[in-house]
């Protein structure tokens, strides 16, 4: 079976009815809370862009949508009680998981551009700047392409893989920029908003603590080691998903006992 | 040709199955067991989803697990009914008859093919997802055959069906081995694999409790005495004749229920033709007459007490 025809199958596998309805609803986000900005009045300018491109697109739509297609990619299988098929038949077992994969990262990237583009044309891409967008829409790709990597990964190892995903995604990536040193460096999402280079939220009212510390540990890292780190993450990732699928024992652990 | 040597498989503390040597060679070999006796956990080293902890197991000389060389030739039939519900049973074979190896030119002839031999063609078209339990079992054992494999693995294929859908089962599956080819099925009815063949893998607690021809497993069971339960209109009248046969052993009336007996036999055979002679010279009302022994639970009482 070629490569095409499994990646075929893959689409048609991640593009049903209900995961369609759940890409809409999550690629709305962004175009929901431009409108909302717009009808108040409030940031309806790059920054107004960059702040609803940074918390409701790269932060929620894209990670998300990584978090669903990359975990399901064999931990779905599993769960699902369908791995017999893929294991049992002559196809590479690395062919399955990049096409998995690849699909994945096709998915995200459209719905998150789509998401991005939307908001734009809400926003107003002569406010923006089509410069500004085209940035977005390549390093989007870019970005799923990790995420999804770090998943799908996460995915050949753990049967039920969500739970740590969402836990890294929403709880340690949200939380390690805000803690003094190095530790932002642990965040994929650190080197996205390098890459990305959207302008921070316009100066308000103080917010306090979290203020202070998001000035204690200042960004230090260029668009070069960003452009690095990310492809080694997304490279290292795919090596150990490869691995770790051509080598595992994939039963469901009902069966097992 | 499969092979086990001294193959053992452990789940953490959980054994599925324990030091199991046995060669399954061409035409039809049934693997009995109860519920978690490792028929399973067998046929997943065979298919290749497992590796033995220790020993080893192969498929015409080479190692299964992620080996398509091997999974080219073999066809599996999974347990569990679970697909890509969305699909319809034709779009299901189709990919399946992709990944197994059938070039684009033939898929179409091939799917048909194998959906006609197991009855489907009416329903083909419609999603997996209304199918009935039947007509899951008939779709997964299409996707099976559907790129003619020399080794045929089904794991509990007859559940599900009815006794025509089991005797067509049986018939397509004879049908395959005829053609020279291994087939190895799983199940924990005795008689339901006894009509497609003799040669029986018998697997308790994880160990092979006895391999070979079911009628000499079968002799076995025989001179153990049988427990035969009937009940009838006034047993009390018909209890003296039957305990004066020489094949019965001891008899004893249910006081519970003053229409049914049990007995003891040692040679069941001779008993039923003798019992049918009685029933008809005294015009006896017969009910049910049925073996507490005649099962596999008995069968594996038998064999590892003896």
């Known amino acids: 079976m070629s490569f095409g025809e499994l990646l075929r199958w893959t689409f048609w596998d991640v593009l049903r009815t209900r995961k369609v309805v759940m890409m809409a609803v999550l690629a709305s986000v962004g175009p929901l809370f431009a409108v909302v900005m717009q009808l108040s009045g409030d940031q309806v300018n790059v920054a107004g862009y960059s702040f609803v491109l940074q918390v409701a697109v790269y932060m929620f739509t894209l990670v998300l949508l990584s978090i669903v297609f990359g975990c399901s990619a064999i931990a779905g299988e599993v769960t699902g009680r369908t791995i017999p098929y893929l294991v049992t038949r002559p196809v590479s077992r690395t062919k399955i998981l990049l096409a998995k994969y690849v699909s994945a990262v096709i998915i995200v990237s459209v719905v998150s551009v789509l998401a991005c583009l939307a908001t734009a044309a809400i926003f107003g891409i002569g406010v923006i700047g089509v410069d500004r967008v085209l940035k977005d829409v390549w390093v989007i790709p870019f970005a799923a392409a990790v995420y999804c990597a770090v998943f799908v990964a996460l995915s050949t190892l753990l049967v039920r893989p969500v739970l740590p995903a969402v836990f890294y995604t929403f709880a340690i990536e949200s939380w390690v920029s805000l803690i003094p040193g190095d530790f932002s460096k642990l965040s994929i999402l650190t080197y996205v908003r390098v890459l990305a280079d959207h302008e921070p939220p316009e100066a308000g009212a103080p917010s306090g603590i979290l203020e202070m510390l998001s000035n204690m540990s200042p960004p230090t890292i260029t668009t070069d080691q960003a452009w690095t780190t990310l492809s080694l993450i997304a490279v290292i990732a795919l090596t150990v998903g490869v691995i770790a699928f051509g080598r595992g024992e994939y039963v469901p652990n009902e069966e097992a006992a | 040709m499969i092979e086990l040597r001294g193959a053992s498989r452990w789940y953490g503390q959980v054994i599925g199955i324990n030091d199991v040597s046995c060669t399954i060679g061409k035409g039809i070999t049934a693997l ?275």
Request: neutral net charge; aromatic residues 6%; hydrophobic residues 35%.
């Open chain 2, 32 to 306: 009995l067991g109860q519920n978690g006796a490792g028929k399973s956990t067998l046929i997943k080293l065979v298919t290749g989803q497992l590796r033995p902890t220790t020993g080893e197991v192969t498929v015409e000389g080479e190692l299964p697990f992620a080996n398509p060389s091997v999974q080219s030739r073999l066809g599996y039939c999974p347990e569990g009914d679970t697909f890509y519900e969305d699909m319809s049973g034709r779009q299901f074979v189709t990919l399946m008859a992709r990944m197994s190896g059938v070039a684009k030119h033939e898929v179409r002839d091939r799917v048909a093919q194998a959906i006609d031999l197991v009855g489907m063609n009416d329903r083909a078209d419609t999603r997996l997802a209304g199918y009935s339990k039947g007509m899951r079992q008939r779709i997964k054992v299409a996707q099976a055959i559907v790129h003619d494999p020399d080794t045929l693995i089904l794991d509990e294929p007859l559940n599900g069906l009815d006794p025509v859908g089991r005797r067509q089962m049986g018939d397509l599956l004879r049908a395959f081995a005829d053609r020279g080819k291994t087939v190895l099925i799983s199940s924990h009815i005795l008689h339901e694999v006894e009509q497609m063949t003799r040669s029986i893998l018998l697997l308790h607690r994880g160990r092979l409790l006895a391999q070979g021809d079911v009628r000499e497993i079968r002799s076995l069971i025989d001179r153990h005495p049988h427990r035969i339960s009937i009940t009838m209109e006034s047993p009390r009248t018909i209890g003296p004749k039957l305990l004066a046969l020489p094949s019965v052993v001891s008899l004893k009336y249910d006081r519970a229920n003053a229409s049914q007996l049990e007995l003891e036999t040692t040679d069941p055979e001779r008993f039923y033709s003798e019992f049918a002679d009685i029933v008809l010279q005294d015009r006896a009302n017969v009910q049910t007459l049925y073996s507490p022994d005649n099962n596999l639970e008995a069968v594996f009482k038998y064999l590892v007490k003896g």
